[in-house]
Every structure is written in structure tokens, then in C-alpha cells.
């Protein structure tokens, strides 16, 4: 049995019923694998289409969302010919131009550069040998979950485990990386629904952790964390015990991103001058 496949949604923003007509018009020969929706602005409906992968956005230059307020990839609607590219935008359609041939090409190019920067950033921002986030991408989500609520009920944890690079030298760079992936098994398993892994170097990684239920959630998942990676691990035939340093530093009310980790961070080396 075959896979329905989601017809692509085309949000338009603009006054004019013309627009809306002509654009119809155009995609009558495409039949149910595109669907416009008109809306007079993005944040009336922004919450519907936000990061949603099967929608285009379709705006005159008087409506366009302001830098970083649309994840869409957007086309803006022209009455002329640009003497430049319009910035911040993926393709752009002039009227008189357009037809269905015009519109189809359009939404092709608009989509297969959709999917080309998606899988840039996704590579961008995840660590490779893991598949959690890199430093790069911790770094955007924690700036995103710090604006959601003012920052509160946020704790943050940096990880460092102790000895790694002795047994990483030892056994090898592969076994190392065999290693890795059994740590961040079990710091996985130690997370629930609000809370985000990182790894933020070789033997570093950072732990966002969602404190609004109890505000000791933090103190009490390092205790466990702390725990869990004092087991032996196998590798190779091998049995390991390595040691971790972990530090917790509590968000506060328009506090950034960057002084986050770094009392995490100075907490995590407080962590490990006591050991």
C-alpha cells in the first residue's frame, strides 16, 4: 500500500485579491499536490506552519517577516522585475512573468534548496559520531529555551569525564569512540521529557535540564548521573572505570546564554577540584 503524500501547503500573505486569483490559476494543473492558504499576516498563523516542511511562504515585500521570525522558505511576490536579489529570501515572482510552468520550477528550486540547508544545518549543529547536538546547536537551543520563559525553571550541566583521554590513548581512537557512545547511552537514560544532551567537545557535555515541576530536579539527576557512569563499561574485552565532574548552574531571569555555561562550567571545575 503506498504512503499519502502531503500535498504542499503555500501560505499566502498579500492584500490584493489578484494575487490569490493568479496565483489559483497557476496551480490549477497541479491538482491536490499544492493547497494556498490565505492569511493576512505571519503571526496570525505562525504557530500553524512554524518549521513545518511541507509549506512555502508566499509574501509581498509589505508583509515579509522580519529576519528570524519565519523558518518557511519564502518567495516573494513582485509587481517588477528587481534590480537585485531581494535579500533573505529563497526565490522571488515577478506577476506579469508568472505562469504555471514559472510556479512549478519556483516551488522545485525553493524546496530542493529547502532540503540542501536543512541537512547543512542539521550536519552543522549535530556531532557527528553521536547524533546529539554539537556545541554549535546547544548553543541555538539553549538561547531558544531561555526566551521561552524568561529563563526560568532552566538548570544547566556540564559534564567533563575524568581519565578519558588516558584510556582513549590506550586503547585507541576507536574504542574511544565505543566508549563515548556507551556514556551518552546512559546519560540518555537518565533524561525525561523537557531535558536536552549535548556534547560539547571530546569529553565534555552539556545537559539542559527542565526544572519547573521541582526546582531540585537538577541537584537530584546529577546524583543519579553521577552514579550511572560510575558502572563499568566494556570495550573491547575490556573493563573500564572512568570518573565524571559535574557542575549545575541554575538559570536566572534575563540571564543569556553565554553566563550560563560559564557558571556551569566553573561549577564543574569546582566539581573536580574536590574529587
Not at 21 to 31: D, H, I, K, N
Not at 111 to 132: F, K, S
Amino acid at each position: 500500500m503506498s504512503t499519502p503524500v502531503e500535498p504542499l501547503r503555500l501560505l499566502l500573505l498579500a492584500e490584493e485579491p489578484a494575487w490569490a486569483a493568479l496565483l489559483r490559476e497557476c496551480l490549477a494543473p497541479m491538482g491536490s499536490s499544492a493547497v494556498l492558504i490565505s492569511a493576512p499576516s505571519w503571526e496570525s498563523v505562525s504557530s500553524l506552519f512554524d518549521d513545518n516542511r511541507s509549506a512555502v511562504l508566499l509574501t509581498i515585500p509589505q508583509l515579509q517577516p522580519a529576519p528570524g521570525r519565519c523558518s518557511l522558505p519564502t518567495v516573494l511576490l513582485l509587481d517588477h522585475e528587481p534590480l537585485t536579489p531581494p535579500d533573505g529570501v529563497s526565490d522571488w515572482l515577478v506577476r506579469d512573468h508568472l505562469d504555471p510552468g514559472m510556479l512549478r520550477r519556483c516551488l522545485r528550486h525553493v524546496r530542493e534548496r529547502g532540503v540542501l540547508e536543512n541537512t547543512l544545518q542539521r550536519l552543522a549543529e549535530q556531532d557527528p559520531l553521536t547524533g546529539i547536538a554539537n556545541r554549535q546547536g546547544f548553543q541555538t537551543l539553549l538561547t531558544a529555551r531561555l526566551a521561552e520563559n524568561d529563563g526560568r525553571g532552566l538548570a544547566l550541566g556540564h559534564l567533563d569525564l575524568d581519565n578519558f583521554r588516558y584510556a582513549n590513548d590506550a586503547l585507541g581512537h576507536q574504542a574511544g569512540d565505543r566508549l563515548i557512545l556507551q556514556v551518552v547511552a546512559r546519560l540518555k537514560s537518565q533524561l525525561e521529557a523537557g531535558d536536552q544532551l549535548a556534547r560539547l567537545g571530546s569529553d565534555e557535555f552539556a545537559l539542559l535540564i527542565d526544572t519547573r515541576r521541582a526546582p531540585q530536579r537538577a541537584e537530584w539527576m546529577a546524583e543519579r548521573i553521577s552514579e550511572a557512569l560510575a558502572e563499568p563499561y566494556w570495550v573491547d574485552g575490556e573493563s573500564l572505570l572512568i570518573g565524571s565532574s559535574l557542575g549545575i548552574a541554575h538559570a536566572r531571569a534575563q540571564a543569556g546564554a553565554d553566563p550560563l555555561m560559564w557558571h556551569a562550567h566553573i561549577a564543574m571545575q569546582q566539581a573536580k577540584s574536590t574529587q
